[in-house]
T-cell receptor, first 109, second 114 residues
Framework: GENVEQHPSTLSVQEGDSAVIKCTYSDSASNYFPWYKQELGKRPQLIIDIRSNVGEKKDQRIAVTLNKTAKHFSLHITETQPEDSAVYFCAASIDDMRFGAGTRLTVKP | NAGVTQTPKFQVLKTGQSMTLQCAQDMNHEYMSWYRQDPGMGLRLIHYSVGAGITDQGEVPNGYNVSRSTTEDFPLRLLSAAPSQTSVYFC?????????????FGEGSWLTVV
């Protein structure tokens, strides 16, 4: 099955700085790559996704890039705010969805 | 607009006991799945179903059974609970498997096995 690796496991940035989280996947047949944000004690919620026929997608301060050849994709958050502090998960999907281990992002005011 | 509903939210079990985590969705989604979440290990797929009557194993299926008799319901059964099954369990559903359809999660079930 698909194997997704995510780095770093923890990330601390100053408010206003950018944050980048990277993921790699193993199965070249994966065609859908979502990112989820999970706040403490809550369920994961989709923040952005990208499909295999697209190289980059942006939604306000959040962007995702995909490199199919290298089998990696990244989440970019610009102008970080304290409310961005959470655990972020990447995932890759073919017939089922597999998740990375998560990145705990802390934005310091 | 209920979405994905899981019960119970919290449960304490003794080693060797059995129990069922219930999951129901009202979005007419074909794809349903169960994940467990442990610190530092992300969300690991236990079992999934692409439609009524069809189930398949994920990454960590041992010790768990599922069935999908209706489109709406996808219960997860722990046959003989072990302390290693202490975790947070999330049920999720999607319009269909793969192909870029958003997965929606339930609120989670916190299970402790003592």
């Amino acid at each position: 099955g698909e194997n997704v690796e995510q780095h770093p496991s923890t990330l601390s940035v100053q408010e206003g700085d950018s944050a980048v989280i990277k993921c790699t996947y193993s199965d070249s047949a994966s065609n859908y790559f979502p990112w989820y944000k999970q706040e403490l004690g809550k369920r994961p919620q989709l923040i952005i996704d990208i499909r295999s026929n697209v190289g980059e997608k942006k939604d306000q301060r959040i962007a995702v890039t995909l490199n199919k050849t290298a089998k990696h994709f990244s989440l970019h958050i610009t102008e970080t705010q304290p409310e961005d502090s959470a655990v972020y998960f990447c995932a890759a999907s073919i017939d089922d969805m597999r998740f990375g281990a998560g990145t705990r992002l802390t934005v310091k005011p | 607009n209920a979405g994905v509903t899981q019960t119970p939210k919290f449960q304490v079990l003794k080693t060797g006991q059995s129990m069922t985590l219930q999951c129901a969705q009202d979005m007419n989604h074909e794809y349903m799945s169960w994940y467990r979440q442990d610190p530092g290990m992300g969300l690991r797929l236990i079992h999934y179903s692409v439609g009524a009557g069809i189930t398949d194993q994920g990454e960590v299926p041992n010790g768990y059974n599922v069935s999908r008799s209706t489109t709406e319901d996808f219960p997860l059964r722990l046959l003989s609970a072990a302390p290693s099954q202490t975790s947070v369990y999330f049920c999720a559903s999607s319009y269909d498997s793969g192909s870029g359809n958003t997965i929606y999660f339930g609120e989670g079930s916190w299970l402790t096995v003592v």
